[in-house]
């Protein structure tokens, strides 16, 4: 498939006449009112307002493809699935439809619009820690929807990716539990750093295994494979986040009134999986900045990888800064344009 197929796909699954979502725009990269960073970063950042409870001019469900930006990634970008510069799919429930709803609808899209094989699919969830409970919801939702495909789905705690590394998968494992580092959402972190009144919830990642054999695990990334593992064998493609909780000043946590969905997907990685290649810049959207570069260095692709996507990521990001106003200076975000500018160059 191509980025634009799956693009449209989404949309047009999400905003039916079953899903009933309203499409808005993507938003700039440079964010509006939010002083607090310098690109935007998720589909999620330009909507904080109808999370904490303003109501959307649109209503309570809303759907779009987010263009976004990652300065945190630049050192990242060179392996075969770091983009600096990306579009996130989002769909958004404002205090209306909740897990039972959100997990089966994406389960829905993978397999039946996308056509992913639901055999190469793996969910992580919440398994519980600082003062709250493990997230037993969403662990027996995806235990149903893998039984209907007649996948065993066993849940496996795992609470850290080092105790993951060392564990290893069981042959039936399919829910993967991970602590407050990987599967639980708020602006601050970890439930411990969230201020009195912030709120926050457990998540739930769909990961895309690209080599079932596991051949692919390199044991430097440690000992055994699992689905948070660096070592390129599973990519995870969707993060389903459930806003259901805000701490109180004695620390504990108590239910939202308005409990919200906040999902996000990688389209370039949804596409490389649609596509059964682990490298997301083989896509028909990067790859045709490769081909260029190629035409025009006289080398191969497979010369030097690395070099290669840290010059077509850093050119895409650097088109879709100056599109949205950004040119390059010496402070904030023109700084970064620069410094995008200079590594391409570079390599």
């Given at each position: 498939m191509t980025l634009f197929d799956v693009r449209k796909r989404y949309l047009e699954f999400f905003s039916d006449k079953v899903r009933k979502h309203a499409?808005?725009?993507?938003?700039?990269?440079?964010?509006?009112?939010?002083?607090?960073?310098?690109?935007?970063?998720?589909?999620?950042?330009?909507?904080?307002?109808?999370?904490?409870?303003?109501?959307?001019?649109?209503?309570?469900?809303?759907?779009?493809?987010?263009?976004?930006?990652r300065a945190e990634d630049i050192d990242e970008v060179g392996d075969?699935?770091?983009?600096?510069?990306?579009?996130?799919?989002g769909n958004w429930s404002f205090g209306d439809y909740w897990k039972q709803e959100q997990l089966p609808w994406f389960f829905?899209?993978?397999?039946?619009?996308?056509?992913?094989?639901?055999?190469?699919l793996y969910v992580t969830v919440f398994s519980g820690g600082e003062g709250v409970a493990r997230d037993d919801e969403a662990i027996g939702i995806w235990q149903k929807l893998f039984t209907k495909k007649k996948i065993?789905?066993?849940?496996?705690?795992?609470?850290?990716?080092?105790?993951?590394?060392?564990?290893?998968?069981?042959?039936?494992?399919?829910?993967?539990?991970?602590?407050?580092?990987?599967?639980?959402?708020?602006?601050?972190?970890?439930?411990?750093?969230?201020p009195a009144g912030e709120p926050g919830g457990p998540d739930s990642e769909v990961f895309y295994d690209f080599d079932p054999s596991g051949k692919m695990h390199d044991q430097?990334?440690?000992?055994?494979?699992?689905?948070?593992?660096?070592?390129?064998?599973?990519?995870?493609?969707?993060?389903?986040?459930?806003?259901?909780?805000?701490?109180?000043?004695?620390?504990?946590?108590?239910?939202?009134?308005?409990?919200?969905?906040?999902?996000?997907?990688?389209?370039?990685?949804?596409?490389?999986?649609?596509?059964?290649?682990?490298?997301?810049?083989?896509?028909?959207?990067?790859?045709?900045?490769?081909?260029?570069?190629?035409?025009?260095?006289?080398?191969?692709?497979?010369?030097?990888e690395r070099s290669f996507r840290i010059i077509a990521d850093h050119m895409r990001a650097v088109a879709f800064f100056i599109a949205d106003g950004i040119l390059p200076n010496?402070?904030?975000r023109e700084y970064v344009l620069r410094k995008l500018i200079r590594r391409a160059v570079r390599y």
């Open positions: 499409i808005i725009p993507s938003a700039s990269l440079v964010p509006e009112n939010d002083p607090t960073t310098l690109f935007t970063g998720s589909g999620m950042q330009p909507l904080v307002p109808y999370l904490l409870g303003t109501p959307h001019p649109l209503g309570k469900r809303v759907v779009n493809s987010q263009k976004s930006f075969n699935r770091h983009t600096t510069f990306f579009e996130m799919l829905e899209f993978l397999t039946k619009e996308i056509k992913l094989d639901a055999d190469r065993t789905a066993k849940y496996a705690q795992m609470n850290t990716e080092e105790e993951a590394g060392e564990k290893g998968m069981g042959k039936d494992d399919r829910i993967f539990g991970y602590g407050v580092k990987k599967n639980w959402w708020s602006r601050a972190g970890v439930p411990s750093n969230m430097k990334f440690g000992k055994h494979c699992h689905p948070n593992c660096d070592c390129g064998r599973f990519l995870e493609i969707g993060n389903s986040v459930f806003m259901e909780y805000k701490k109180k000043e004695d620390g504990t946590f108590e239910k939202l009134a308005q409990r919200n969905v906040d999902f996000g997907g990688g389209l370039e990685r949804i596409t490389a999986a649609s596509n059964n290649d682990p490298d997301v810049f083989k896509i028909d959207a990067l790859w045709a900045i490769v081909e260029q570069i190629a035409k025009v260095s006289h080398k191969t692709y497979e010369s030097d010496n402070s904030g």
